[in-house]
């Protein structure tokens, strides 16, 4: 693999924490991970070839490594979200949040800014605060904000030079900085100035700024300008105090997390605590394998392939806490969830997890680090908040069950059981299946469909004409439509099945292998679904495998065996059809569709064609056609 090449740059690498990047040829950034010792956890890369799909998908891009040396373990955590949220790299766990919430854009970057409410953060030079949660608190602050310092809301150029204010001044929301004579630039930009403490919340400065500004307006003897900031200064010390008796312990400031990890991806929900009340609930969720991203597929948990924890005793990856390769755990997604959504937000006092972490110390640094304030980060075990733990992950399986719906998730469960029961290194994504269709060996047709992650794809379905004996067997056929599907595919250079089903028993399944062997493609797993006893028979049990009456298996497996089974019986009767309108005609040199309708228009039948004269046949089809037709029947007699 690639990676190999990177062997004498790996072991030259640091002991120390840090972040390292994954790139592929073109340079792209395709995996980032943090490390305790960055030459420990990239060397454990190089033992992970072969260990499954998903892993050695991520180890044959990569064409560079990258490192970046940190203090400290927090700081490679918090260098290794910003790098996932700036690059997006495709095997790295990524979250999609359910809601967009609002913040407030101070537009510092024009003469005289503007309060807006904006859905996302963008360059440019504005200031923006939030996002805030709920999303009405964000027209509250712009409210507040109005009414306190009279920052304009119109979208108006402010020159200065306007006759006279609009309603906005008169309603006492806007200090008019369109008049020049009201408000002056200086006045306006105090202004900006206060709204911009009181949004980031320096409530404390700016009730500083406020009472040396009252008094300075008293003393100077502008009385009504004092009225006004002593109002506003009233305002802001009301909700300094406000915002202390909500921060308290007392109250219940906390983020309650549930979390569901299935086949089909991930459903995590966050509950918002405020004053001891959940005020919003927000969803997140992981999508499972993207194909035209290229994304690995998770076999064993339908998930993205992320970072894992390593073996040390044998070098190598294991997916879970179990040591069972294969599977990202659910503490992984968990994490990942901790970093992105809080990355835009300030978190509680509290958060509550359903399940540990591994990186929990450092993650609660980094948080703390963020509020301003210690931050911890609990898994509770009893009383009443872990039953709001189990309330939080009751609704992210109803989520999970809806935002991916129960079909699509039992056919994923349907794909896990086969890959069990049969041994398979991972998901039968692709699953192509084959039947025969014939009567006493005449007109013998195969069909082969394709069911893509428990759906039947239509537009991949093909059909196949036996060219073997003219009375060919069952077993004779399959051995003949397998060998030349697979040869094609290898032409191709696939797409290759996960798992091959044949519509039969041990023989066909015998004649499949051995056509698959002839070209080189034994390696492939292929099965037989025997008829009435719907038994599962594969080449290395001697025992079929036998399946519930109502599992997802078998009755994903019955439904892709039914449907060759149709396109085969379909194709067959056609073909039948196709046999039965066929004329002796068509056998004649020169004959086609046009002339052999011409020719049994004008004579009738077959019989009135062997009959007519040359001249009666010159008249219809030309000399030249005429005189085979009559070579044709003279050959016959």
Not at 424 to 434: Q, S
Request: glycine residues 8%; hydrophobic residues 40%; contains cysteine.
């Amino acid at each position: 693999m690639p990676i190999e090449d990177l062997k004498e740059q790996i072991a030259r690498l640091p002991e120390q924490p840090g972040v390292y990047l994954w790139r592929n040829a073109a340079g792209e950034t395709i995996y980032v991970g943090k490390a305790r010792a960055l030459r420990d956890r990239v060397r454990s890369y190089l033992a992970a070839a072969g260990l499954s799909p998903r892993h050695d998908a991520l180890l044959q891009e990569i064409a560079a490594v990258e490192v970046i040396v940190t203090d400290s373990v927090m700081e490679a955590l918090a260098l290794e979200n910003n790098l996932i949220k700036q690059r997006r790299p495709k095997y790295n766990i990524l979250l999609r949040d359910d809601k967009s919430y609002p913040y407030l854009q101070l537009t510092t970057s024009e003469a005289f800014p503007r309060l807006q409410v904006a859905r996302r953060v963008e360059k440019g030079g504005d200031f923006f605060a939030g996002p805030f949660l709920p999303a009405k608190l964000a027209r509250r602050s712009m409210a507040l904000a109005h009414r306190l310092f009279g920052i304009r809301s119109c979208n108006e150029v402010i020159t200065g030079g306007r006759g006279r204010p609009c309603l906005e001044y008169d309603i006492k929301r806007c200090i008019a900085p369109c008049v020049r004579e009201i408000c002056t630039p200086e006045q306006y930009g105090a202004a900006v100035a206060n709204t911009r403490l009181l949004l980031e919340g320096r409530n404390d400065e700016l009730i500083a700024t406020l009472r040396d500004r009252m008094a300075a307006a008293a003393g100077a003897e502008r009385f009504e300008e004092a009225a006004q900031l002593r109002d506003a200064l009233r305002t802001v010390q009301i909700l300094r105090d406000r915002q202390q008796k909500v921060a308290t312990a007392q109250l219940g400031d906390r983020d309650v997390i549930g979390l569901k990890v299935g086949p089909s991806g991930g459903a995590i929900q966050v509950f918002a605590m405020r004053g001891g009340r959940v005020v919003e609930r927000v969803e997140l969720a992981t999508e499972p394998f993207d194909s035209a991203q290229g994304r690995p597929f998770d076999s064993a948990q339908g998930r993205p392939f992320d970072e894992a924890p390593f073996d040390d005793t044998q070098g190598r990856p294991c997916d879970d806490a179990h040591g069972r390769p294969g599977a990202a755990p659910d503490a992984d997604v968990l994490q990942a969830a901790l970093q992105q959504f809080y990355e835009l937000r300030v978190p509680p006092a509290e958060i509550h997890l359903p399940l540990g972490i591994e990186e929990a110390e450092a993650i609660e640094t980094w948080l703390s680090s963020r509020a301003g304030r210690r931050v911890r980060i609990v898994v509770p075990q009893r009383g009443d908040k872990r039953a709001l733990v189990e309330l939080a992950t009751r609704n992210a399986e109803l989520s999970y069950r809806t935002r991916f719906n129960e079909a699509t998730a039992a056919h994923f469960d349907a794909l896990e059981t086969l890959r069990g029961v049969l041994g398979l290194a991972a998901l039968p994504r692709r699953i192509e299946c084959f039947d025969i269709s014939t009567i006493q060996g005449s007109e013998t047709v195969a069909s082969m469909v394709v069911c893509e992650d428990g759906r039947m794809k239509k537009g991949e379905y093909r059909k196949y004409r036996v060219r073997g004996s003219p009375l060919p067997d069952d077993f004779s056929a399959m051995r003949e439509v397998v060998r030349r599907r697979y040869q094609k595919v290898m032409a191709e250079g696939g797409p290759f099945p996960d798992l091959i089903l044949i519509d039969g028993g041990k023989g066909q399944l015998s004649a499949a292998y051995d056509a698959l062997e002839r070209i080189g493609l034994g390696t492939l797993v292929a099965a037989g679904i025997a008829k009435k006893e719907e038994l599962l028979v594969t080449r290395d049990s001697p025992e079929p495998i036998v399946f519930a009456d109502h599992d997802p298996a078998l009755l994903l497996v019955q439904r892709i065996r039914d449907e060759a089974h149709r396109f085969a019986v379909t194709f067959h009767r056609k073909a039948r059809t196709m046999r039965d309108l066929r004329s002796e005609l068509d056998a004649v040199p020169g004959i086609g569709p046009r002339r052999r309708r011409a020719l049994l228009t004008a004579f009738g039948s077959v019989a009135g064609v062997r009959r007519a004269t040359r001249e009666e046949l010159d008249a219809v089809v030309g000399p030249k056609t005429a005189a085979a037709v009559i070579d044709y029947f003279a050959k016959s007699l």
